[in-house]
């Protein structure tokens, strides 16, 4: 295909040459982030919340309006109703349940089930007491923070410090900017959601450890090119690979959030998202970032690597 030909041939872009409208647009993304999410919060589904789903489907298009007006009466602190698919045949049923022990949210479930009828398939009923839900928020935060600290720690030890410190920038990056999105566009937040973040992560990850691989070997090989040279002939060495995997990746996730449903609509767009910022941080962030060091000195002149210098 000629439209992509170009990205399998040697680019010479000179990417440290904006890297200071990297750090500069890296910097302004964090903040809005942090701001969005830290005013705005986040769209908790009721694995994090508490509460109960439902997902219900009838013969025909369902009237949401005249549904909402049925469950009004029922008490819960709140009650949305959201179609699927294109028919409008389906729908979901997210009610919020946050005082409520199991036995009296199943006595809920069967209340909304008798105010309906049977005139409707039950295809999916969940819920999720509150506790259960601080837990898995505080354990879905853990996973997170622990995934970031074992990768920088191998990092480190596949590599050196400096290298390790990029690698865990761009990683808090592409987390923050992540959960910007996700609260600026309401999205669900589910332990689907902490499991598509992982996965970013992981994406990221190998797009950079791929880039710093290709700096140490230059580093090896060209003695003599000064450290701005050879940060940009490693960059455009991997630049092809690293589009070519990217587009891939992120055909596979535009398919999936097209027309995987609602119920993969947030781990979709934080996989469509994650490539994009991914493979930005894996540039801009992560090594451009390496600039900052002078990555020739001789192994006794630089910091003790307490793993020891796999070289």
């Known amino acids: 295909m000629k439209l992509f030909s170009w990205v399998t041939k040697d680019t010479t872009i000179d990417f440290m040459k904006t890297r200071n409208f990297g750090y500069a647009l890296s910097i302004i993304m964090v903040v809005l982030s942090c701001i969005c999410f830290s005013i705005k919060g986040f769209n908790y589904g009721i694995d994090f919340s508490g509460g109960i789903l439902m997902e219900i489907k009838a013969n025909q ?3 949401i309006e005249a549904m909402r007006k049925t ?38 479930i069967n209340k909304i089930k008798s105010t309906l009828g049977s005139d409707y398939e039950y295809r999916r009923v969940e819920l999720v007491g509150p506790q259960v839900g601080d837990e898995l928020k505080i354990d879905g935060i853990v996973a997170s923070v622990i995934a970031v600290l074992a990768i920088t720690l191998y990092i480190w030890f596949r590599f050196e410090w400096q ?30 959601t902490v499991a598509a973040i992982l996965t970013l992560a992981g994406y990221s990850v190998n797009d950079t450890v791929v880039t710093y691989d290709r700096i140490r070997e230059n580093l090896r090989k060209f003695k003599k090119m000064n450290q701005y040279d050879l940060l940009n002939k490693s960059i455009n060495d991997i630049f092809s690979r690293t ?69």
């Not at 410190?165 to 808090?172: Q, S, W």
Request: net charge negative; glycine share 8%.
């Open 163 to 192: 290298f390790a410190l990029g690698a865990m920038i761009g990683l808090i990056h592409d987390i923050i900017t992540t959960l910007g999105v996700l609260s600026l566009f309401d999205f669900d937040f589910s332990l689907t």
């Open 243 to 311: 589009i070519l995997t990217g587009l891939t990746t992120l055909l596979a996730a535009l398919a999936l959030f097209v027309f995987g449903g609602d119920t993969l609509r947030s781990f979709s767009f934080v996989i469509v998202w994650g490539v994009i910022i991914g493979t930005y941080s894996s540039i801009y962030v992560s090594a451009t970032f390496l600039d900052l060091f002078d990555l020739r000195k001789r192994p006794d002149e630089k910091a003790i690597n307490p793993f020891g210098n796999v070289e």
């Open 61 to 63: 298009p369902i009237d």
């Open 71 to 108: 469950l009004n009466h029922i008490e819960l602190d709140e009650i949305n109703l959201q179609t699927l698919g294109e028919i409008g045949d389906e729908v979901m049923i997210r009610a919020q349940a946050k005082n409520m022990n199991e036995k009296e949210q199943m006595a809920v």
